[in-house]
């Protein structure tokens, strides 16, 4: 049976910013740790969907106005747990389609976290986290202009030199920005500066123990080679070579791969047009239908309540509640991208744990858990439910919202006996009515089929369901040894 999901219980945000802003750093950081969790732990779909559209409604971020007192600029604080949780909670943003939407129309935003990337130390959670954040901010095309033009491809380059001192997180996530980066025709030419320094790099991660960066590299290498300038230079650099060695090491996957690249190494082809024109064009993100919370945005919680300490969704409801100003914001659904063949390299903008979630599920359509939350919306509320796709039959219309609500509205004061027999009188006189309905003589002398999918679900469960008073009778359908036998049970009938 499909369990009711409840929305989650509105907050003051007027209070909450207010003491994000001016609050001790304790509070703060409790503050933005309860935030984050609501967002991640909230079911996917509706519940996920409305906490988000209610952050966004009333700018939790100041993302949306422009007052000195930003609670964005909680990244610079003194304090390392405050600044570590902004980045979660940003990271956390960052991992929804609107949530993106949402931080990209705060312009200094990516000019923050890139002074944070390079200001915070590489081994920290806040370093992950802001590079996590980053890593989606490249999904859409303006942000990957401003990073590009901010030369973090340089710096990314700098980083990759040296892996030994990167977690798998920031090593999946740096490369994955790289390549995001290198897939735009600047960030190609920002590579024909250093082309030497690129491909040496590229080259060693190819070889490197962790496995997840591979389509990343792939990605990044096939795409630069698009340069006629970073082929001579690999060329010189015997990379076909290198390449074909990991032909004899690597699985079918990786090797049809590594072909596709070795046959762009030895292109002919000139500088196309499409390279030189692609940063003019003013086209919709494709990717944006991304939406992946992983888990790593709450591991290694540095902060614990002490006794009497209110956290989390306690501290939220206790100090914060606000009075019901939910607004479910049904969400669009977005048209999927192309999708792309694992046999070459990935030429489009991914980000980590969704590109794993597609090589775990290839066809990424009935089975993920997204399609299946909307699968899981119904019928709008007042309408027969449709058992198997096809027409109701009498069962169906039994038990459906509107009849319920019909009999509910004629037995207003009844005694429950009398209110049962009325459901008696109604259904057999509805089973009647319509007995030249081709499916009649099945549905009443068999037991009616039930709706067990998820698409016959009412909207509104709540409103769909029949009364207590008779559940059974609703259930078990028309039979007719439920028709009142006694004078008197007649007269109550027909009095009902």
Wanted: hydrophobic fraction near 35%.
């Amino acid at each position: 049976k499909m369990q009711d999901v409840p929305l989650l219980p509105s907050l003051d945000y007027e209070k909450l910013k207010k003491d994000l802003i001016t609050g001790n750093d304790r509070l703060k950081a409790f503050l933005l740790q309860a935030l984050r969790w609501r967002l991640t732990t909230s079911y996917p779909g509706e519940q996920r969907d409305t906490v988000l559209q209610a952050y966004i409604s009333n700018d939790l971020l100041d993302c949306q106005s422009s007052c000195q007192r930003s609670v964005l600029k909680l990244l610079h604080s003194k304090s390392e747990v405050v600044r570590q949780y902004m980045a979660r909670l940003i990271n956390a943003f960052a991992s929804l389609a609107e949530g993106r939407v949402y931080l990209s129309q705060n312009p200094t935003l990516l000019r923050m976290l890139e002074e944070r990337l390079k200001a915070e130390d590489k081994d920290s959670l806040t370093w992950e986290n802001v590079l996590g954040a980053l890593q989606k901010f490249s999904l859409r095309r303006a942000l990957q202009s401003a990073m590009i033009n901010d030369g973090l491809i340089f710096w990314l380059v700098d980083i990759l030199m040296d892996t030994d001192c990167l977690s798998d997180y920031t090593l999946e996530y740096s490369v994955a920005l790289l390549m995001n980066l290198c897939l735009r025709s600047a960030g190609k030419k920002m590579c024909a500066r250093i082309a030497n320094h690129v491909l040496k790099v590229l080259s060693d991660l190819l070889g490197h123990d962790n496995h997840e960066i591979q389509p990343y590299v792939n990605g990044a290498l096939y795409s630069i080679l698009a340069i006629p300038s970073v082929r001579e230079e690999a060329r010189a650099m015997g990379m076909e070579e290198i390449l074909r060695c990991f032909i004899k090491e690597g699985n079918a996957e990786m090797i049809r791969q590594i072909e596709f690249i070795i046959k762009q190494l030895n292109s002919e082809e000139p500088l196309n047009d499409s390279i030189v024109s692609d940063d003019e064009e003013e086209e919709e993100d494709e990717e944006e239908d991304h939406d992946i919370m992983e888990a790593d945005l709450d591991k290694d919680e540095v902060l614990q309540p002490q006794l009497g300490e209110l956290a989390g969704e306690k501290l939220l409801t206790t100090e914060y509640l606000g009075i019901m100003t939910h607004t479910p914001k049904t969400k669009k659904k977005l048209f999927p991208g192309v999708h792309q063949s694992i046999d070459e390299p990935l030429q489009r903008p991914v980000t980590p744990g969704y590109h794993r979630t597609v090589y775990l599920m290839p066809e990424n359509d009935t089975n993920s858990c997204h399609d299946r939350d909307e699968k899981m919306q119904s019928l709008p509320s007042g309408q027969p439910p449709i058992c198997g796709g096809s027409r109701s039959s009498i069962s169906d219309l039994c038990i459906s919202p509107s009849f319920c609500h019909a009999v509910t509205a004629c037995t207003a004061g009844f005694t429950w006996l009398q209110t049962y027999y009325a459901y008696i009188f109604l259904h057999t006189l509805l089973t009647l009515s319509i007995s030249s309905y081709s499916e009649f003589p099945s549905a009443f002398t068999s037991k009616p089929k039930i709706p067990r999918t998820p698409e016959v679900q009412s909207a509104s469960p709540r409103k769909g369901k029949v009364p207590a008073i008779a559940p059974q009778f609703s259930q078990s359908g028309p039979q007719q040894t439920s028709r009142p036998s006694s004078s008197g049970s007649s007269t109550r009938s027909r009095q009902s």
